[in-house]
């Protein structure tokens, strides 16, 4: 279900905002895109209200000019050319088979801006996988700073010599410590208990911590806000982006045209509540720690 922020937002201009006008390129240069199966008639782009511009949404390369965009100031329909301003010209030729799209009615930045409000509105219980890898055992040290961004961990193993994660550590012998930024806390068998033969049990710490052996540590974070089209959400992106676009039509509402956004754009609040629980029906593994 994980999908990037740049195809969310084709996903919201596709479905419910009905206003995708994108292609793939036949070729181009720093001032224009070529697509000869775009229908539109000469001068149609830099006619609309606002005036079109053009994104780079994808290139075969991922390299420049992916992400840039510029104002359409002709189009030539009988060879699909698209003009850009001069004045914001591309920094590399769109080559054959890179993405684009049109954008007049809505902005990709305000689009953006509202998926990353949906996700700063989920309940705490909307998680997504999280694993890590970045912390490294020492020798005689008990407790680890835990990385950021979890909010359960279910599972922590250690690599072995091979660079495997086959064994994981019971979870009865750590703790997640209360403490900011929270810590991993590995149990020890008391030493001032080793002549009196006290009997304590069979503790990973004292037979299996290895130094410089790094540890995996799995459990669930909730989603992060994607900055970058490359961004990944692991959510369902139905409801992400029937919220968004119900975002989006609600900040348009005016007097002149209240009545038509307002109906939209509470069709869609609807549409997305129907993948609602969608999102907080993580099941949880036995043994899950949740972080405070």
Avoid at 32 to 49: G, H, I, L, M, S
Avoid at 121 to 131: F, G, R, T
Avoid at 177 to 187: E, S
């Amino acid at each position: 279900m994980a999908t990037n922020r740049a195809d969310l937002i084709e996903m919201m201009l596709r479905v419910p905002l009905k206003a995708w006008k994108g292609g793939v390129a036949d070729s181009g240069s720093t001032s224009t895109v070529v697509d000869d199966e775009r229908p539109e008639p000469d001068d149609y782009f830099q006619n609309t209200t606002p005036i079109s511009v053009v994104r780079i949404v994808s290139t075969t390369d991922g390299a420049a000019p992916k992400g840039e965009q510029s104002r359409i100031t002709d189009f030539v329909n009988s060879s699909g050319t698209m003009t850009v301003s001069t004045d914001k010209p591309f920094t590399v030729a769109p080559a054959a088979g890179d993405t684009y799209v049109v954008l007049s009615e809505y902005e990709w930045g305000e689009l953006a801006a509202a998926i990353n409000l949906v996700i700063d509105s989920l309940p705490k219980s909307a998680l997504v996988p999280k694993i890590d890898e970045t912390v490294t055992a020492q020798a005689d040290t008990q407790e680890y700073t835990l990385p950021d961004g979890f909010q359960v961990i279910y599972r922590i193993t250690q690599e072995n010599d091979s660079g495997d994660y086959i064994n994981p550590i019971p979870p009865d012998q750590y703790t997640i410590l209360d403490t900011n930024p929270p810590k991993l806390k590995f149990y020890q068998f008391p030493t001032e208990r080793d002549a009196e033969g006290f009997y304590y049990g069979s503790l990973w710490y004292n037979s299996s911590l290895s130094d410089d052996k790094h540890f995996r540590i799995e459990g669930f974070s909730r989603q992060e806000r994607l900055e970058t089209d490359d961004d990944i959400c692991y959510l369902n992106p139905l409801y992400i982006v029937f919220k968004a676009a119900a975002l989006v039509l609600a900040s348009r509402v005016t007097a002149a045209d209240y009545d038509s956004f307002k109906v939209r754009a509470a069709e869609l609040e609807r549409q997305a509540e129907t993948y609602y629980d969608t999102l907080i029906d993580t099941q949880l593994p036995p043994n899950s720690k949740w972080l405070k």
